[in-house]
């Protein structure tokens, strides 16, 4: 798999203060690689200078040997998707106007003549195609996330990044929403999503990256990633790690049998 975003050094401060430090990553395309981490871990902001939203204090983010922010804002637009946190609109679009937005990088382009094709698919992707005609301001937050992730799958762009895109949905949809981005990568897309489910990060990754303190503590697999004692030192909770008997997939829990014996000071020493 050929590299589609390369981060080396990549580090970000704010008055003084280091939110990420040190991260040395490649996205692949063809990937689907999961960001973990606490509160405050830096994930957001990692996927924020992947992005080029951000300019970062040291090192640097390219995107097919090139950096980030020598492409001018329209051209960044054809080279990634990204899916914030937060879904507002100041204006009373419809959803079907909302995911057609994704396709403003590819107005006056050959790639103009797919628009149809791409909002269409996107709006089945995302199952909101019988939500089209409803104005985006009277949705509840789950069908806000999901028309959010139809216009970025519409971008149709070589990367594609998500932050937290499960975080407002209901379980059928959380499955859904990530099998259509493990089926985006299978196409060839580079997919990077923010995630604090760890057990999904487990099913629907091809690798993990755990963050913690604004560094790396770990990037690979997830078998190899999502280790207990890791996880419990990290969180400062006790985490229990195991294979579903039926499944054989990783599912990673709270311990909650051993809370009231944990020392969190204890676990990060």
């Given at each position: 798999?050929?590299?589609?975003i390369?981060a080396?050094?990549?580090?970000f401060?704010?008055?003084?203060?280091?939110?990420?430090?040190?991260?040395?990553?490649?996205?692949?395309?063809?990937?689907?690689?999961?960001?973990?981490?606490?509160?405050?871990a830096?994930?957001?902001?990692?996927?924020g200078?992947?992005?080029?939203?951000?300019?970062?204090?040291?090192?640097?983010?390219?995107?097919?040997?090139?950096?980030?922010?020598?492409?001018?804002?329209?051209?960044?637009?054809?080279?990634?998707?990204?899916?914030?946190?937060?879904?507002?609109?100041?204006?009373?679009?419809t959803?079907?106007?909302v995911?057609r937005?994704?396709?403003?990088?590819?107005?006056?382009r050959?790639?103009?003549?797919?628009?149809?094709?791409?909002?269409?698919?996107?709006?089945d992707?995302?199952?909101?195609?019988?939500?089209?005609?409803?104005?985006?301001?009277?949705?509840?937050?789950?069908?806000?996330?999901?028309?959010?992730?139809?216009?970025?799958?519409?971008?149709?762009?070589?990367?594609?990044?998500?932050?937290?895109?499960?975080?407002?949905?209901?379980?059928?949809?959380?499955?859904?929403?990530?099998d259509?981005?493990?089926?985006?990568?299978?196409?060839?897309?580079a997919?990077?999503?923010?995630?604090?489910?760890?057990s999904?990060a487990?099913?629907?990754?091809?690798?993990?990256?755990?963050?913690?303190?604004?560094?790396?503590?770990?990037?690979g697999?997830?078998?190899?990633?999502?280790?207990?004692?890791?996880?419990?030192?990290l969180?400062?909770y006790?985490?229990?790690v195991?294979?579903?008997?039926?499944?054989?997939?990783?599912?990673?829990?709270?311990?909650?049998?051993?809370?009231?014996?944990?020392a969190?000071?204890?676990?990060?020493?």
């Amino acid at each position: 798999m050929s590299a589609a975003i390369e981060a080396r050094d990549l580090g970000f401060s704010v008055e003084g203060t280091t939110l990420l430090s040190g991260v040395d990553l490649d996205l692949h395309h063809g990937e689907l690689l999961a960001v973990v981490g606490p509160n405050g871990a830096g994930k957001s902001t990692l996927l924020g200078l992947l992005a080029g939203d951000l300019r970062p204090t040291t090192g640097t983010v390219r995107y097919a040997g090139r950096d980030a922010h020598a492409f001018a804002a329209a051209e960044l637009a054809r080279q990634r998707a990204v899916l914030l946190q937060e879904h507002r609109l100041s204006f009373p679009f419809t959803v079907i106007d909302v995911v057609r937005m994704g396709r403003a990088p590819w107005r006056g382009r050959p790639e103009e003549s797919d628009d149809d094709w791409a909002v269409g698919e996107a709006l089945d992707a995302a199952d909101v195609r019988h939500l089209a005609v409803r104005r985006f301001p009277t949705l509840s937050g789950g069908e806000k996330a999901r028309t959010s992730f139809a216009r970025s799958r519409a971008q149709a762009t070589p990367v594609l990044l998500l932050d937290e895109p499960t975080a407002a949905l209901d379980i059928r949809h959380q499955e859904q929403v990530l099998d259509q981005a493990r089926r985006t990568a299978a196409d060839g897309t580079a997919v990077l999503a923010v995630l604090h489910d760890l057990s999904l990060a487990a099913a629907y990754a091809d690798r993990v990256l755990l963050l913690g303190q604004g560094r790396v503590h770990g990037l690979g697999a997830p078998g190899d990633v999502l280790r207990a004692d890791t996880l419990t030192a990290l969180y400062q909770y006790p985490v229990d790690v195991f294979r579903h008997d039926r499944t054989g997939e990783l599912v990673v829990l709270p311990d909650r049998s051993a809370a009231t014996a944990f020392a969190p000071t204890e676990a990060l020493r």
